[in-house]
């Protein structure tokens, strides 16, 4: 059986528009992390890079900011983990588009927006001109969208099948800013048009019970921040969310 999309429709961390500006480090910091990942994309030739907080200390040091995990415990309560992580570095000449998407739902899970906060941040300044964050706000409310695939150079995105009905606000912030989206949020961006590399991480964290199974198969790892109640979550509730 699928999770019904339209399931969810409970008050999230964002109220009341699904979308809550913070800042989770110094601009210089953020920066100096920033050029970190930049370097490492780099030499790897690569500028999408998934579940980058298991791996690499930049990354875990950006997952667990203590200003960040101040927000994020205020959120959703003192048990959080990382269901997942993005970095994607959007070098100037290289035309990447993503498309309106929103972060809690995708083929294999849906996350409740009751006990899960989406949060990006931003690595580098990220003016309009750079392709900053734009965000629908209060689109969260109306609930998770059917959505179709849609490739951006070798990426897959999920993207919202109706993006037209929704007004999107541009939201330029500078490094060290983060922008936590009720999971629901309907959200994009577009390509960067500056001089330099535009740098950000893409979080999804959640508290025991938010992870909602699609099909039959294992729940995600979860990587564990902080709390004391993970040693016996939950169990998942399969088919519907
Ligand atoms: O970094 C961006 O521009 C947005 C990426 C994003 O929304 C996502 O990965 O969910």
Not at 95 to 106: R, S, T
Not at 211 to 220: A, D, G, I, K, N
Request: charged share 20%; aromatic share 4%.
């Amino acid at each position: 059986m699928v999770t019904r999309l339209t399931a969810v429709m409970t008050d999230g961390p964002c109220e009341p528009d699904g979308v809550t500006g913070l800042r989770w480090a110094a601009v210089g910091n953020a920066a100096a992390l920033g050029q970190a990942a930049a370097a490492f994309c780099r030499r790897h030739g690569c500028d999408v890079l998934p579940d980058v907080h298991r791996g690499h200390s930049w990354a875990r040091a950006c997952v667990t900011a203590p200003a960040l995990l101040r927000a994020v415990t205020a959120m959703i309560g003192p048990n959080v983990a990382v269901e997942s992580s993005l970095l994607v570095v959007k070098r100037p000449e290289c035309p990447y588009v993503v498309p309106a998407h929103q972060d809690g739902i995708n083929d294999r899970i849906v996350l409740d927006p009751a006990r899960s906060v989406a949060v990006w941040l931003a690595l580098s300044d990220v003016g309009e001109t750079a392709g900053c964050l734009q965000v629908a706000a209060g689109s969260h409310r109306a609930g998770y969208k059917p959505y179709r695939r849609e490739t951006t150079g070798c990426d897959l995105h999920l993207a919202v099948r109706d993006p037209a009905r929704f007004v999107f606000t541009k939201l330029p912030v500078t490094a060290g800013a983060a922008i936590a989206l009720d999971v629901r949020t309907v959200h994009r961006s577009a390509t960067n048009r500056g001089p330099v590399p535009r740098i950000a991480l893409n979080i999804r964290y959640v508290a025991p019970g938010a992870v909602h199974l699609r099909r039959r198969e294992p729940l995600p790892v979860l990587d564990v921040i902080c709390g004391n109640s993970w040693s016996s979550p939950p169990p998942p509730r399969q088919g519907r969310a």
